[in-house]
């Protein structure tokens, strides 16, 4: 069949004789002929592209409806099936496709373009392979139209080889890719064991003319960066990203870099994350904060806080917006360099500015640089404001003997000595509460004060060498800080199973619970004074009945708190239905 210029005027006509017919109830199909808008198989099937194109999918149906019965043209039935589609009629356009079948009219391609497009909505890929082989029976030979539905069918990471199989077909047919078919091959390709074929088809996308999109790109670098555990070649991968950054005609986004520069963040090559953030600058791409803290980070892994603390300063000016990590990373950057006067005003800064960001983690840093400035005491005061009292969390926690647990890992030399002298100074208050009400007599009786529990500090095995503190190590600094408190013979340990801990043993906290007895005994000098006035007897009988009251009252501690590990004991057994 010659084919028929589409002629938007003759288009407006055929749509208005339409619209007549319908308003003035007459045949659509005579007043066409009437007006010789139809005079033979080619206007017949501009006029229905000219309906169809016009939206007027109900008239197509019935001017199709009209001229079933006589010969009927394969782009008729296109037309007829892309109005089908266009009111969601699928099943309709398989049944059309059959009754064409039935007349023995064959399928031009647009027909079965129409069937595959479907199939890739519907991701039959087995079915769009069965609509290929029928095609090559019928000799109807697959456009791009045709392969790129056939493409979408296979949009799988798991389909990779039916992607192989039909691009393989695509070039035996000549079938030149255009930029979907481009883009639904690189995203099959970019998964599978074929990975470094996507590099060669870009190529050949940017030879054929076509300019890369954003998903292109994004294939593209999952092909060569690979995901989680997938092996490539970084380096190699790396060289050829710069490449492709140098080329300007390229727009690259802050999402393609993010997945460059998230790769180098994960294989540790800082340096590459600086020369990613230039190249950035270079064309003026505003990061992403996860972008902005792997920039950061690069720089505190190189030594480099200070291009850290002005290209944080940097990113405010010009609106980056930064979360709690950015601010972070470079107050860590800080104090690991010891630059004790840039943690505390960043610190101060940021609680003035930013009062949400700041939480324990960002704490830790000012609380270190506070102790080297011979703050100590408002540093204790800024760790228990972040930390409470850990013993308190613990004694919540503990039942009978078991020992309070704290965990030092990722603390500093400085911070763990607070820790270790909070600990210490919690745990002699929250001794046994009977000996704390009767520590008055229980020294005058003799007796030894009780109810200190053993403290366990966890730190790294690296700060352990055969269960002794390394120099200069978070351990030395917990036993340098406790002997400093319970005087230089206390029994410390360190140990290195079940974990790595340095311990303070209960008994060895034995003399700071003696020494706040012997300060509520000596604030009473006037009864002191007054058992001194008493003879003898009388003195050795006072002291006997002193020691009485001591034990009773050690005897109702005991049953309290039997009482109190019977009561937690049910309420556990509730909990889990024992």
Not at 151 to 169: F, M, P, V
Not at 338 to 360: C, G, H, Q, T
Not at 556 to 567: G, L, Q, Y
């Amino acid at each position: 069949m010659p084919a028929l210029e589409f002629d938007p005027e003759r288009a407006e006509g055929i749509v208005a004789a339409v619209k007549e017919a319908k308003k003035q109830q007459l045949g659509a199909l005579d007043l066409l002929r009437e007006r010789n808008l139809i005079t033979d198989e080619a206007s017949t099937v501009q006029a229905f592209r000219a309906l169809r194109l016009a939206g007027l999918h109900e008239e197509v149906m019935t001017l199709f409806a009209k001229m079933e019965d006589t010969t009927v043209s394969p782009e008729i039935y296109a037309e007829q099936m892309a109005s089908l589609d266009s009111l969601g009629l699928t099943q309709d356009i398989f049944e059309l496709m059959d009754s064409m079948r039935k007349k023995n009219v064959t399928p031009n391609v647009s027909c079965y373009n129409r069937i595959m497009r479907i199939h890739a909505q519907n991701r039959a890929t087995r079915s769009a392979f069965q609509l290929l082989d029928d095609m090559q029976e019928n000799a109807v030979k697959p456009d791009v139209h045709t392969y790129d539905f056939a493409l979408g069918s296979c949009n799988s990471r798991k389909k990779w080889e039916n992607i192989i199989t039909l691009l393989d077909a695509m070039q035996v047919d000549g079938v030149q890719l255009n930029s979907s078919c481009y883009r639904t091959v690189m995203h099959g390709l970019s998964y599978s064991q074929y990975h470094e074929r996507c590099y060669d088809l870009y190529v050949q996308m940017r030879e054929n003319g076509i300019s890369p999109e954003e998903h292109h790109l994004c294939d593209l670098l999952r092909a060569l960066f690979g995901e989680e555990g997938q092996p490539r070649d970084k380096e190699k991968a790396m060289q050829t990203f710069q490449s492709l950054v140098e080329d300007t005609s390229v727009k690259f986004s802050e999402v393609h870099f993010d997945i460059a520069i998230s790769m180098c963040e994960k294989e540790g090559r800082w340096r590459e994350i600086l020369s990613l953030a230039t190249a950035m600058g270079g064309r003026g791409i505003i990061p992403h904060s996860m972008t902005c803290n792997a920039v950061l980070k690069a720089c505190v892994q190189l030594g480099k806080w200070e291009v850290a603390l002005k290209l944080l300063v940097s990113m405010e000016r010009d609106g980056t917006e930064l979360d709690r990590i950015a601010y972070l990373t470079v107050l860590t950057a800080c104090e690991r360099a010891r630059k004790w006067d840039e943690v505390l005003k960043l610190y101060a800064d940021i609680e003035e500015r930013f009062p949400s960001f700041v939480n324990p983690d960002m704490r830790l840093p000012t609380i270190a640089a506070l102790c080297e400035v011979g703050r100590e005491d408002e540093a204790i005061a800024l760790y228990r404001e972040s930390f409470g009292s850990a013993l308190a969390r613990q004694q919540s926690r503990r039942r009978g003997n078991d020992p309070i647990v704290l965990d030092a890992r990722r603390l500093s030399r400085q911070v763990a000595g607070i820790m270790m002298r909070c600990a210490l100074e919690d745990s002699a208050k929250s001794a046994d509460a009977t000996a704390a009400r009767a520590a008055k007599p229980m020294a005058l009786a003799g007796f030894t004060p009780t109810g200190l529990k053993d403290i366990f500090i966890a730190v790294n095995a690296a700060d352990l060498e055969d269960d002794q503190p390394l120099s200069n190590s978070t351990a030395e600094a917990l036993l340098s800080v406790a002997r400093e408190m319970l005087g230089a013979d206390a029994e410390l340990e360190c140990q290195q199973t079940p974990f790595p801990a340095v311990k303070v043993p209960g008994l060895s906290l034995q003399p700071m619970l003696v020494q706040q007895v012997q300060q509520v005994c000596c604030k009473n000098t006037c009864h002191s004074n007054l058992l001194r006035t008493f003879p003898g007897k009388v003195l050795r009988v006072f002291q006997l009945a002193i020691a009485l009251v001591a034990i009773a009252l050690r005897l109702e501690a005991i049953t309290i708190r039997n009482k109190e590990e019977r009561k937690d004991s049910k309420v556990q057994s509730n909990r889990f239905g024992t």
